[in-house]
Structure formats: C-alpha cells, structure tokens
C-alpha cells in the first residue's frame, strides 16, 4: 500500500518535471501539489438517524427468520448461541464492538419503500472512551473515511430497505460484517426485519444470514491452539451440515477425515472433491443460515477518525 502510494505520488511528480527534478513553481502552468500528499476523497458527512446496537445475540437454533421459503425458522449455526453470545455481550459493554444502523431519507414510523439502511462500525467519540453512556440515547461515536466509497455512498448497506406498518424491512445479497474477534466476514442474502418503537428512539428485532462453508474454513476456531482447524471443522464435527443451497444443485455435504477436520465433499448432485480446500472449491457455494437478534437505540455519529498522519 504505502509503495503504491509513494510510486504514484512520484510517477504524478514527474509529470510537473523535466530531465532534472526541480521543485514546481506556481507559476510554471502545472497546477501546483503538496508532493508528499497522498490522493484522496473528500466525503462529507451523510448520517442522518443513526442507531447504536445495544444488544446483539445469535437466536437458538430453534428460533430465526425463514430463508428457504418454507416458513419454518433457518438458523443452523444458533447451537453456537450460548459462546458467541458471551464474546458479544462483553465487547459491546467494553465498548470494543460499537455497531451502528444508519437510516436516510426515512421520516418515521409511516410507511416509506425509499429508505436507505446501512452500517457501520463506530469508534467512541468521547475522550477519553466511555462506553457506559454509548446505550443511553445520547452516544457520540465517529466512523472511519475507509467505511465510504469513492462516490462517499457506506461500503455496508441494504440496496433494499423500507418502513411498512412500523417495521423495517430490508434484504442486501452480500454484507460484509464486521466482528472484532474475525475481521471482516462476508455474509450473503441478508435480511433483516425489525420494530420501530412509535417515537423512534428504539429499533429491536431480527437478522438473518449465510455464512458459506468456505468462508468458515477461512477463519480459525478461536480455540485452537496450535493446530490448523478452522471454524468449519469445528462446526461440521458437531454434525451440522450446510442447509442453505446458494447454487441449486441440492445440498453440499461435507466429509470429516477423523479428528483432522473437513477432508472431503460432496457436490449437490453427490459428486465428490477430495481434499482440504474442497470447501473453497467453486462448485462447493452452500453455506449455513443463522439468525441474530438486535436491539438498538439513538445514537450520533459527530464526524471521521483522525488519520494518524505519520501512517
Ligand atoms: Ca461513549
Ligand atoms: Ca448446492
Ligand atoms: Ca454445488
């Protein structure tokens, strides 16, 4: 990244030069530029109501929203509830995860199929840091330039979101979601549907996702010491399979080698992939649902992080 910048900066200086390098002169006709600056983008500041997550919790497996059409909840990874949910509470409480819903264009309660939705991760703007007030209605937290495209629209939000009869409704393809202890995980056919509290100072209610088998065999599991496995291994070891078909060619299923861990597939149409990386494999797309529940409350985001400008 920073060779990136550096060779851009210098490739940009030698366009104002000539054989020899000289310093820009004003007057010269090039337009003249700070040459250690870096490129950027200039976005203002676009939160309008913006909501701090005050609780967030992955449901029992016996509770969640309805991806497959059938009316009945999806929510395989829910047996995880009880440990995920202790590393939640902790990092919202300590102020480590600051989680914010951002609505624009939305007006109330009343019915409105053009609103905006999306998220993104605060850092508190109290200084120094005090979590305990971040629930209380009053937050202030600031988010990074990073979490903005170049057309300064968030990098996380819902193309589809609306207010109908006091609920938010809102569905996106793909979410890359924020987790302190993972990084960035990319979940995909997310909906969420959620109550406005009548005065709009409170929205609780449900989210629902796929975490693809590959994504998960990407990720440590938390607890492995020294040894490779992954959170895929750990999850298909419990005897939980992929139970969202993403390519509708019929549920993947994934081999155990013993104790090693995922060592084979099965394709849709039951064809198998040996190996370790058959879970990355293209033809492997299924994934697992699951389904959070999320309680949030007003909040402000008052501007950007401040880059460090040795960085
Ligand atoms: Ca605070
Ligand atoms: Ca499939
Ligand atoms: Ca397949």
Known sequence: MGKTHMGLTLSLACLACE???????PDSGAPSFDAGALPT??????????FVVRSFELLPPDEGLDQTGDGKPDNSLGFLHVAANQGWERDIRDGVA???????????????DEIGLAFFHGVDADEPANALNNASGQ????????????????????????????????????????????????????????????????????????????NLARIKFPGAADDDR????????????????????????LVLGGSDGVRACLDGNGKPMDG??????????????LTFHAS?????????TQKDEQD
């Open 276 to 289: 370790r990386s058959c879970s990355c494999d293209p033809r492997v797309q299924d994934g697992y649902s």
């Open 41 to 50: 983008v200039e976005c203002p500041l676009m939160a309008e109501a913006t």
């Open 139 to 214: 937050g202030e937290f600031l988010i990074a330039r990073e979490q903005l495209d170049v057309n300064c629209n968030p990098t996380t939000r819902f193309p589809e979101a609306e207010v109908k009869n006091g609920f938010l409704l809102a569905r996106t393809p793909e979410f890359p979601s924020v987790y302190p202890d993972f990084g960035t995980v990319l979940l995909h056919r997310a909906h969420v549907i959620a109550a406005i509290k009548e005065d709009g100072s409170e929205i609780a209610g449900r989210m629902s996702a796929v975490w693809t088998a590959c």
């Open 98 to 112: 600051i989680y914010l819903w951002d609505l624009t264009s939305w007006t109330g309660t009343s019915d409105d």
């Open 230 to 253: 992954s959170m895929l291994d750990f999850v298909v070891a419990f005897g939980v399979q992929p139970d969202i078909d993403m390519d509708s060619d019929g549920l993947e299923t």
């Open 19 to 25: 054989k020899e390098p000289r310093p820009v002169e």
């Open 296 to 304: 949030l409350v007003r909040a402000r985001i008052i501007g950007f």
